[in-house]
């Protein structure tokens, strides 16, 4: 489930308390949720490196790895590597995939010398058209080059699919004016794609923001702290 844009705005304004230390728009609080978006967002794949160089354990509910894998399920799909060189529009990319005869197989990462090596030898070439493997491309405007060794220069044609990582979609919190006030527009709102166990750590990161924005140190400080706390608790 995404976490609601309106439920983290009434909660930014609750906290900022509007009435007494100024009124975040709801221009500004667009601004400063799409950037809070996107910095939990790359956040999850530094974690995510910290958590493979723990033991894992996907028996428990506690398991950081899969935890975070789970949060980047939105974000992640396969799409077809354009002229099977080329990557599609993404934030990073993941495994790369041929599709054989015998069905989609995992492209592994080589060097050019060892395709060259490969290529050269009747006995390995011939392994490659189960195994292919691929290499950055050295041609300007494309991004790899995939070897399975059949046609006369090696070069795989067929179907190349890749894991990709798209950018969070930008946010909006839609309103429609009555009476000079912004009300609340559902129909024109776009909530976040952040796993719903993210809205707190959004609120805290946009009053940090905020705090700047209406020049109170106390909203700051109040975010800092509550988000000092998260992260202590996450490393007990």
């Not at 509007?18 to 967002?41: D, H, S, V």
């Not at 041929?98 to 006995?123: C, K, M, Q, W, Y």
């Amino acid at each position: 489930m995404p976490v609601l844009i309106d439920t983290v705005y009434q909660r930014v304004l609750s906290i900022a308390n509007k009435e007494q230390r100024g009124y975040i728009t709801p221009l500004e609080f667009n601004l400063m949720a799409n950037q809070a978006q996107l910095k939990i967002f790359e956040q999850y794949f530094y974690d995510l490196d910290q958590a493979k160089r723990k033991p894992s354990d996907i028996t428990t509910f506690s398991d950081m790895n899969e935890l975070i894998k789970n949060k980047l399920v939105p974000f992640t799909s396969i799409q077809t590597v354009v002229g099977g060189n080329t990557y599609p529009t993404n934030y990073r990319t993941g495994k790369i995939y041929a599709t054989l005869a015998t069905g989609d197989r995992e492209v592994r990462l080589s060097t050019l010398n060892d395709v060259r090596n490969i290529l050269d030898s009747p006995f390995h070439r011939t392994a490659l058209s189960i195994d292919p493997i691929y290499i950055e491309s050295t041609t300007t405007g494309q991004d790899i080059t995939v070897f399975d060794g059949v046609a006369a220069n090696g070069i795989f044609t067929g179907v190349v699919t890749c894991e990709i990582v798209s950018e969070p979609a930008k946010v909006e919190w839609g309103y429609t004016v009555v009476m000079e006030k912004a009300l609340y527009n559902a129909g024109t709102s776009i909530n976040f794609m952040l796993h719903d166990s993210e809205e707190t750590e959004l609120v805290m990161k946009i009053l940090e923001t905020a705090g700047v924005i209406i020049q109170d140190p106390g909203v700051i400080q109040y975010a800092d702290n509550e988000e000092m706390k998260q992260v202590q608790q996450q490393k007990i």
